[in-house]
């Protein structure tokens, strides 16, 4: 039995993000397997505490001053204590990692998990920081010209902060996991030295077997879009493509599931205000809509796994992304299990959401590789990955 403790800054909530349900699906496996599991959270200025009923003990630091005395000796005692054996550390690089990476005189051995890689900004930057400000405001207008001018030295910062960062959690860990081994020429070009400790462990499939069958439907027309709406989901993406499709098929349905601030709620709804087909449907459990979906869209500029196409995928909707982040040729091979569109090429996303929709025969049989595919992802699967990593570092040290 291992003693393990998730750290991070904001409770693991199953339907809040994708780090909350890894978190979650991974506590569970690993109490089925005899693991004792606890959460330890850092309340930031971010940190929103939800009602729920978490598996795993949840426990608060008792300052919000990050490396406050009073927090490290709380986290010491809090290590000492409940005797534990591993720190996951799901903040990766994120500021809070000088906190959880300093575990005083406990023998834990720390894991420092990347989710939300920098570089995916980094090399995405003008996309997310320039390309959205078209709207015809003279205010947008004028903020687009001053991201223009600052553009060269935004991006110096960037990757200023982004190597620091990176470098710096090296140092202190033991063990970093990057979700895909298709990251490692990025993290070693920022971070060299990290290919000497480090491991690539995908996300689990979130959905057990019961859950499926629970909820199985038959397929319907529709097309589906799962995120939390921000420029780094690319939702309004998603909406202007099918503003371009959708009186060309009035019989399929466009079904959006997010929410976020109400500018980028606007920004919807004035787009697909005269869209009798397309609806917008707020903050949702995806299951059902995804096991009606047919297709399941992502326009995200980058993510660290994007765990709606392997949701999508175990309920049998084919997923369309663009190839805009290293980890979604991991999860979709295009044309067998899905398709992949050039970053950020419009016309092409609509040449195969086309095919998509008109291909039936098609679409099924991508449907049903994608059902099979990505059981390589069950959380039986990952976890046993994450045990072997446990127990090569609870090794003994040999001579």
């Known amino acids: 039995m291992k003693r393990i403790a998730f750290c991070y800054i904001t409770p693991f909530h199953p339907n809040k993000g994708g780090i909350g349900r890894v978190t979650d699906t991974?506590?569970?496996?690993?109490?089925?397997?005899?693991?004792?599991?606890?959460?330890?959270?850092?309340?930031s200025g971010i940190t929103i505490k939800h009602e729920f009923?978490?598996?795993?003990?949840?426990?608060?630091?008792?300052?919000?001053?990050?490396?406050?005395?009073?927090n490290i000796k709380f986290y010491h005692k809090?290590?000492?204590?409940?005797?534990?054996?591993?720190?996951?550390?799901?903040?990766?690089?994120?500021?809070?990692?000088?906190?959880?990476?300093?575990?005083?005189?406990?023998?834990?051995?720390?894991?420092?998990?990347?989710?939300?890689?920098?570089?995916?900004?980094?090399?995405?930057?003008?996309?997310?920081?320039?390309?959205?400000?078209?709207?015809?405001?003279?205010?947008?207008?004028?903020?687009?010209?001053?991201?223009?001018?600052?553009?060269?030295?935004?991006r110096r910062n960037l990757y200023t902060r982004m190597t620091s960062s990176y470098r710096g959690m090296l140092e202190l860990t033991d063990h970093v996991v990057a979700l895909s081994d298709k990251f490692l020429p990025e993290l070693t070009d920022i971070c060299p030295g990290i290919e000497k400790k480090i491991s690539f462990i995908g996300n689990p499939n979130p959905y057990t077997e019961t859950q499926l069958e629970a909820t199985r439907a038959e397929k319907k027309k529709h097309i589906l879009f799962v995120g939390l709406f921000g420029a780094q989901k690319g939702e309004d993406k998603a909406a202007l493509i099918w503003k371009k499709l959708f009186a060309k098929y009035p019989d399929w349905t466009f079904n959006m599931i997010g929410y976020g601030n109400t500018m980028r709620t606007?920004?919807?709804?004035?787009?697909?205000?005269?869209?009798?087909?397309?609806?917008?449907?707020?903050?949702?459990?995806?299951?059902?809509?995804q096991q009606e979906a047919s297709i399941a869209c992502m326009t995200s500029p980058h993510e660290g796994w994007g765990m709606v196409l392997t949701e999508a995928m175990q309920c049998g909707a084919v997923p369309i992304a663009y190839d805009s982040f290293a980890s979604a040729s991991e999860i979709i091979q295009s044309g067998y299990n899905g398709e992949l569109v050039t970053p950020f090429d419009e016309?092409?996303?609509?040449?195969?959401?086309?095919?998509?929709?008109?291909?039936?025969?098609?679409?099924?049989?991508?449907?049903?590789?994608?059902?099979?595919?990505?059981?390589?992802?069950?959380?039986?699967?990952?976890?046993?990955?994450?045990?072997?990593?446990?127990?090569?570092?609870?090794?003994?040290?040999?001579?």
């Open 78 to 154: 809090f290590l000492l204590d409940n005797k534990i054996d591993i720190i996951i550390d799901q903040g990766g690089n994120f500021a809070e990692y000088p906190l959880w990476l300093n575990v005083g005189s406990s023998k834990a051995k720390r894991i420092s998990v990347i989710h939300t890689y920098d570089t995916g900004t980094y090399r995405n930057l003008w996309n997310l920081g320039v390309v959205p400000l078209r709207g015809p405001s003279m205010k947008d207008h004028l903020k687009r010209i001053a991201r223009i001018v600052l553009y060269p030295r935004t």
């Open 26 to 43: 991974l506590t569970r496996e690993f109490q089925k397997r005899g693991h004792e599991v606890f959460y330890l959270i850092f309340e």
């Open 266 to 289: 606007d920004r919807i709804k004035q787009i697909v205000a005269d869209i009798p087909n397309f609806k917008l449907l707020g903050f949702q459990n995806p299951l059902p809509y």
């Open 53 to 70: 009923d978490y598996p795993a003990k949840l426990t608060y630091l008792p300052s919000k001053e990050l490396l406050s005395e009073k």
């Open 347 to 399: 016309q092409e996303y609509i040449t195969k959401l086309t095919k998509l929709i008109e291909d039936e025969s098609y679409r099924n049989q991508l449907s049903e590789n994608a059902r099979i595919s990505v059981n390589r992802f069950s959380v039986q699967a990952i976890a046993d990955r994450w045990e072997d990593l446990f127990n090569k570092l609870l090794a003994p040290a040999t001579e």
